[in-house]
């Protein structure tokens, strides 16, 4: 009989932060575009503030979505939104399909975009090499969408970083004195907060990997750390973007702003890579998501764990339909419409329930013993 493998610090507490961020930058503020939208509208000074109140509630809704999963032995969403809704977990599977729908189409746009922009390839180029890559992760599962999430993150953080550090050695006079100028600051609670709520389905997205979590002060320390994770770089983007307000708030693309007055074509390729790998890491996981809740029930249903084929083809259909179909027949544009309408319905059948029923079942503690699962780790 072998022994389990005790979890690795970085899987108990980096892991889950890290995949957290994959989901939040990658599905928003990559290009600067959620950032001028929700935090510079409260001037430089109210979005600092704005920044903080969203890194805040991503780490408490982490934190209470880690200690339920625990409580409850959850390890992907539906059972998680089982035991806290009962039968009304039905409600989020179908708002998160929709959500699922509609992000990996602008995934797919966005990528296209990408080629087009760099390489002035076809958009088709890029949206397949990004369906390409996602199948790539997800067909052999956690460890494979993990090393993702790490590898990726190395990348996206140090151009994060090499971004604000040129952005102060060109242009950091302007940043000082976009901070200097007196600027409305209000708003800033409510800017933060409805920030959040657009990412908050992130929590329970990530669910494969809180596995590794082997006790309550573990939920809370990987918990907590999301909120900097995910929020750092937007910090680090948000203070760049102040040397050009006003009037940088009102541009599609931000990102696009900066690195023209940087004026450094090789670094601006680096920068596309590293959207492009955010979109890549976001994209996985969202698909990962769906294989795991997949697997969980036919393993359950038929006492074996989905083969890597099984995985790849529910991974193919879920990208067609979406990056490739969904756009053509209107859905996407039918979904974005009502997207503030489903951000709304995540905090009704998740952020109210968890705070209620779910601190109610995290009192009571784990109902059964949580460290790894060595039959996971595959």
């Excluded at 430089?44 to 969203?54: H, K, Q, R, Y």
């Excluded at 179908?94 to 797919?108: E, P, S």
């Excluded at 193919?316 to 969904?326: E, H, Q, Y």
Aim: hydrophobic share 60%; with cysteine; charged share 10%.
């Amino acid at each position: 009989m072998t022994e389990a493998v005790r979890p690795t610090w970085f899987q108990r507490f980096l892991l889950p932060g890290l995949a957290f961020k994959a989901v939040v930058i990658g599905g928003g503020y990559a290009t600067g575009r959620e950032l001028a939208e929700f935090f510079l509208p409260s001037g430089p000074c109210g979005g600092l503030a704005a920044i903080l109140v969203a890194t805040t509630t991503f780490s408490l809704v982490c934190i209470a979505t880690f200690l339920f999963a625990r409580a409850t032995g959850a390890r992907d969403y539906r059972t998680f939104f089982k035991d806290l809704l009962g039968p009304g977990w039905i409600a989020f599977e179908a708002v998160y399909i929709l959500f699922v729908v509609l992000i990996l189409a602008v995934y797919g746009a966005a990528a296209g975009a990408i080629a087009q922009a760099v390489f002035g390839a076809p958009a088709i180029a890029g949206t397949l090499a990004l369906m390409a890559g996602i199948l790539m992760f997800v067909t052999f599962g956690n460890k494979a969408v993990e090393h993702l999430f790490e590898y990726v993150s190395y990348l996206l953080y140090a151009v994060y970083a090499l971004f604000v550090v040129l952005a102060f050695s060109s242009f950091g006079d302007r940043i000082a004195a976009g901070f200097a100028q007196p600027a409305p600051s209000e708003g800033w609670l409510v800017g933060g907060v409805t920030y959040a709520s657009y990412n908050l389905i992130g929590a329970v997205v990530i669910l494969p990997v809180v596995r590794h979590l082997t006790s309550s002060r573990d939920a809370i320390v990987a918990g907590a750390i999301c909120g900097p994770l995910a929020m750092v770089p937007a910090l680090l983007f948000f203070i760049a973007m102040v040397a050009f307000y006003p009037g940088i708030e009102t541009a599609t693309l931000p990102s696009d702003v900066l690195l023209a007055r940087l004026n450094l074509p090789l670094f601006q390729l680096l920068f596309q890579l590293m959207i492009f790998s955010a979109l890549l890491e976001s994209g996985a996981s969202a698909v990962h998501a769906i294989n795991e809740r997949i697997d969980r029930a036919w393993e359950r249903r038929r006492g074996v764990a989905l083969t890597h084929k099984a995985r790849l083809v529910i991974a193919l259909l879920l990208l067609v339909g979406c990056m490739l179909l969904a756009g053509r027949f209107g859905l996407v544009a039918l979904i974005a419409n009502g997207y503030r309408a489903l951000a709304y319905l995540i905090l009704a059948i998740f952020i109210l329930p968890l705070a209620t029923i779910g601190m109610r079942r995290i009192l009571r503690g784990p109902a059964a013993p949580t460290g790894a699962d060595p039959a996971a780790i595959s």
